[in-house]
């Protein structure tokens, strides 16, 4: 992606769109940013931009819902949805969209996850203390899934679509 006018204006508006969805009322942890994350390395060639977008959206929000000791952990995952978007960039389908959205929340719910267990003290230091941990972050890993499934898949779609009309205005 050329970064013209029209493309950082479009970036600055899809931060902005995705602070704010964050902002907005919403389910426990049901917001588009994984999705996002995974399509912004799918679609994004410029790397520092396909990293800029899901974590400047989530500073942003931040700063108004307020900075916390896991931001490090919670942006890194983030950033490895990214990056397991990157995997499909010339290979983008359905199937890789959801796959790669998919295997995403599971790299998210691994790594957070973990380090509650590691550094929270809830758990005890044990494989049992790691498995309760896993275990306890089920209910919250459900609405990340389905947030993710629907705002990354929709995402792709719309791509896909404006893709083709833009194709189909040229030929025509």
Not at 6 to 29: D, E, K
Not at 98 to 107: A, E, N
Not at 138 to 148: A, C, D, G, M
Request: proline share 4%; glycine share 6%.
């Amino acid at each position: 992606m050329k970064l013209s006018k029209s493309n950082y204006y479009a970036i600055v508006g899809i931060i902005m769109l995705l602070t704010i969805a964050r902002l907005l009322p919403h389910p426990p942890n049901f917001t588009p940013i994984l999705g996002m994350a995974v399509f912004s390395g799918a679609i994004i060639s410029r790397r520092l931009i396909a990293y800029l977008i899901p974590l400047a959206a989530m500073f942003l929000s931040d700063l108004y819902l307020g900075l916390h000791a896991s931001i490090p952990i919670i942006y890194f995952s983030l950033a490895l949805c990214v990056l397991v978007g990157t995997f499909i960039e010339s290979r983008v389908s359905i199937v890789n969209s959801l796959l790669s959205i998919c295997l995403g929340v599971l790299v998210f719910y691994l790594i957070t996850n973990f380090a509650v267990w590691y550094g929270s003290g809830m758990y005890e230091s044990s494989i049992s203390g790691l498995i309760t941990c896993y275990f306890m972050g089920l209910p919250f890993v459900q609405n990340t899934f389905i947030s993710s499934l629907l705002y990354g898949m929709g995402a792709f779609l719309i791509y896909d679509i404006i893709n083709k009309y833009i194709i189909f205005r040229k030929n025509a």
